[in-house]
């Protein structure tokens, strides 16, 4: 982390210092909100959580090495030095943006309905064969993860790969405000938070608020293929560059052979080239991750051949696509997070198995009013992709399950629960099944993930 005094830092958040005058001078090593990650000289910041209060663990924290903490409340006799704020939160995203501010690194900010975290790990691979790049860890994109992955850019950075994920109108201005990004990728608009969002419209609307706080003499990429970001015709003087299958964009794929679990290669056109790459991790939609990381690797100067080496050695994360190869089955984990879409694309990856197929699916949250017909729709969908086995878990999974059954599912199964799952889940699966895990992450499908993992 760069070096920030405590002085420069009650400034930035507005707060007051209460402390000696030579610690007023030091420098933090680091910014936490886990006391159990405090390192010597860390600030820690006291977040009042939904059932954890950080204020609790300020004493902990400063006597396992943190120089200096946050806090909301009053410290009466102390003798470590505390900065007093109005609000922990408010306060953290104040220091990320002032912070932010201070760094000579290129952001690249990325948003979008599905595909945020994949499209990430894809530039971040691309990008790792030219420059030193820092990438969101996990699911640190909100208004907490965020901050801290800035405070993680250290002065060697060259590029940071961050992910910016809303929930509610506004989220996404404090969010760009804080990265301030060079570069705004937007993936595609889709379902994902329509239950606060209200129309796709809207979710457009906040997803591409992003691009009020980047570089004026920034660059945007959009997924043209998408029928909501190819309306974004321009942003002030900024002409935004498309990615997709349309030969009429600067950068599209072509001749696209999708193989299944084994992955996916296809050419792709550049304005002076075209090339071709295979992507190791499966999924035909990973096409469109490459193509966000060539056209902004292409505008950071990348050769071809960084390009393709950066596609090629791309490794899957739990959770997204990750294919796991085990005793009993081949599992293709894809539990972090689902909506309409995105489980469209893991029925079309789970239909090129050359095994029994097992479609494991779960609840897909924030849908709004129209949940039960989106989850009856995809029952449908599964019918269409003829799946072998459908297994439905979690209350609004029955429509699954009856979508699936008015067309002609007959192997289908609903559960209440993961626990009601288990008890029968050694009679619906084979030996050698594929199985697709494909939950919103609320309904903790990792569980099931780590259950069929131990089958023998």
Do not use: W
Request: some cysteine.
């Amino acid at each position: 982390m760069k070096h920030m005094t405590l002085k420069e830092i009650a400034a930035a958040v507005g707060g007051v210092y209460y402390g000696s005058d030579a610690d007023y001078y030091k420098g933090v090593s680091s910014v936490v909100i886990d006391s159990r990650l405090v390192e010597k000289d860390s600030l820690f910041v006291a977040i009042r959580g939904a059932r954890v209060d950080g204020h609790m663990f300020i004493l902990q924290a400063i006597k396992s090495g943190a120089l200096c903490a946050l806090s909301e409340k009053r410290i009466e006799n102390t003798s470590y030095p505390y900065i007093l704020v109005v609000s922990c939160v408010q306060a953290l995203k104040a220091l990320a943006e002032h912070y932010r501010k201070g760094l000579d690194v290129k952001v690249v900010g990325i948003t979008g309905s599905v595909g945020k975290t994949s499209t990430k790990e894809m530039m971040a691979s691309v990008f790792q064969q030219k420059f030193s790049v820092l990438k969101t860890q996990g699911n640190f994109n909100n208004e907490i993860g965020l901050p801290l992955t800035i405070f993680r850019i250290k002065e060697e950075h060259q590029i940071a790969v961050l992910e910016m994920g809303i929930s509610n109108f506004g989220d996404m201005n404090y969010l760009a405000q804080m990265a301030r990004p060079d570069f705004c990728v937007l993936t595609n608009i889709g379902y994902a938070h329509i239950e606060q969002l209200k129309t796709r419209d809207g979710i457009l609307k906040e997803k591409s608020s992003m691009l009020n706080f980047m570089n004026p003499k920034g660059e945007i990429f959009l997924n043209g293929d998408d029928d909501k970001l190819i309306t974004i015709q321009s942003h002030g003087d900024i002409l935004p560059t498309f990615y997709g299958l349309n030969p009429d964009f600067p950068f599209y794929a072509k001749d696209i052979n999708d193989q299944g679990l084994d992955g996916t290669t296809a050419t792709y056109v550049t304005p002076k080239s075209s090339f071709s790459a295979h992507i190791h991790v499966p999924g035909k939609f990973m096409v469109y991750n490459a193509l966000a990381a060539i056209a902004t690797g292409y505008s950071l100067g990348m050769t071809e051949d960084e390009i393709i080496k950066g596609i090629e050695t791309l490794q899957p994360i739990a959770g997204r696509s990750n294919l796991i190869k085990t005793k009993a089955y081949t599992i293709i984990d894809d539990c972090y997070n689902a909506s309409p879409t995105s489980v469209a694309a893991a029925l079309d990856l789970l239909s090129h198995a050359n095994t029994r197929k097992v479609a494991i699916l779960g609840d897909m949250l924030e849908l709004g009013e129209k949940e039960q017909n989106l989850h009856f729709d995809v029952g449908i969908a599964v019918a269409g992709h003829h799946i072998d086995v459908l297994v439905c878990i979690g209350p609004l999974s029955k429509f699954i399950y009856q979508g699936a059954k008015h067309h002609g599912i007959e192997n289908a199964y609903h559960f209440a629960d993961n626990a009601a799952f288990f008890a029968d889940m050694e009679l619906i699966l084979n030996p050698d099944d594929t199985v697709l895990v494909k939950a919103s992450n609320g309904m903790r499908f990792a569980h099931i993930v780590e259950k069929l993992n131990f089958c023998e």
